[in-house]
């Protein structure tokens, strides 16, 4: 696998697959993205490629982890691009057209659904699917990968986090659920989806919240179950 930490100007590209978020971390969202250009790659001969905006927050799997795991995953290319000053203040538009089909000769775009970019972050999935249908390439917006139970703790529990308290022990959590299950199973969409319970587990611990959901959740985990569906 090729990668490539810009420090300044973008490198040029033979026509590719890509697939655009912070992806601090390979869950179960993230891995329907890499799919995606898999997928395409399968299809098409293209290259794929996974296109990572550093935010410099810390991260769930270190950036060798990251690029060891997306190497073995068969990404082609690895394009770590930090979030400068430059970069915040490109507008959208501007993006697409010289980054996205200039630079990387992008033929498909796959974004989840939340995805968002460019100056005042005004780039949305829907943006791209219109330029796509103008400039000639395929954008596939990935919707999130969430049960309605698991919908309605998580998204309480990710509002509360955002009023200060810390994500770090999760985090690490998550990080150590993750090589885990990965190491012991090789199936990186298993290791995702149960580092993913095991964060929102520690969060709802960490806030002393709980629900009927999560109660069952942990059950399956404390009797060595995974849990499927509403469990």
């Known amino acids: 696998m090729e990668y490539l930490k810009i420090n300044g100007e973008f490198p040029r590209l033979a026509p590719c697959g890509v697939t655009l978020g912070k992806f601090d971390g390979i869950h179960r969202g993230h891995m329907r993205l890499v ?4 997928e395409y790659k399968n299809m098409t001969g293209s290259k794929a490629v996974l296109f990572a905006i550093d935010v410099n927050e810390k991260m769930i799997l270190s950036r060798k982890e990251r690029a060891d795991f997306l190497e073995k995953a068969g990404i082609d290319v690895l394009v770590e691009c930090p979030l400068t000053d430059s970069f915040k203040h490109q507008k959208a538009e501007n993006f697409i057209k010289e980054i996205l089909l200039g630079d990387l000769h992008a033929g498909f775009v796959a974004v989840g659904e939340d995805y968002r970019f460019g100056y005042g972050r005004k780039g949305t999935p829907q943006l791209l699917k219109s330029f796509g249908a103008k400039y000639g390439f395929h954008a596939e917006i990935i919707s999130k990968e969430m049960d309605g ?83």
Do not use: M
């Open 149 to 231: 139970r698991r919908k309605v703790s998580s998204t309480f529990i990710r509002e509360e986090l955002k009023k200060g308290k810390t994500v770090e022990d999760t985090r690490e959590i998550e990080k150590k659920a993750y090589i885990t299950v990965y190491e012991k199973s090789e199936n990186d969409e298993l290791a995702g989806y149960i580092s993913d319970d095991f964060g929102l587990i520690a969060d709802s611990k960490r806030l002393k919240y709980s629900d009927e959901w999560l109660e069952k959740l942990i059950f399956c985990y404390e009797n060595a179950r995974i849990p499927c569906g509403e469990f």
């Open 35 to 38: 799919e995606k250009v898999l």
